[in-house]
């Protein structure tokens, strides 16, 4: 399927397709299917699962909208589908209770399965802005991560960038769990 054919985006509206992201497994598969399509069996080996799972998942993912079927070939008698992201970006509704911990619970468990003795840039920092800095800072870090996705070259190993700017609880506010 060329590139060009790919819808730049694709807006996730349904109940269905919110729970289909937020699994792991099936952001994993995700991530392999980002770059180029993959059978089935492709998938099980990259994201380390049994080929029927892998199969599940994908079926989920698809019955969502999320992956579809870009070319299919047959292998001795067997119709071999290769699966592909339905869009190059997933946005996601605005989040609701607990939204912003579904993206970073993946982003933490793919650092964590991440290779030990990689490269890693992994930093926090606690910031003192003015609400226009803060909004530049956000502005900056979006269009930093627009910019290198756009260089992305599906030949290159896989890097993700997480990032998270926001205002934390205050003390009291903290505080206020804790009293219980």
Known sequence: MPADDVPETFHVTTDEQLRA??????HRIMAVLRFEP???TQIAERVG???GSSSYHVRLLERAGLVKVVRTRKVRGVTER???MAA???VLPDTGEGGPDVLMRHAVADLEAAPADGE???RMAHLRL???QFAELGARLQALAD???ELSDPSLPDASLVFALFHPASREQAGEGDAK
Do not use: C, D, F, P
């Open 88 to 90: 190059r970006a997933i």
């Open 130 to 132: 003015t609400e226009k």
């Open 82 to 84: 290769y699966y592909a």
């Open 49 to 51: 699962l049994a080929k």
């Open 38 to 40: 993959a059978t089935i």
């Open 147 to 149: 910019e290198y996705r």
């Open 120 to 122: 890693r840039h992994v």
């Open 21 to 26: 992201v937020s699994n792991l497994t099936r």
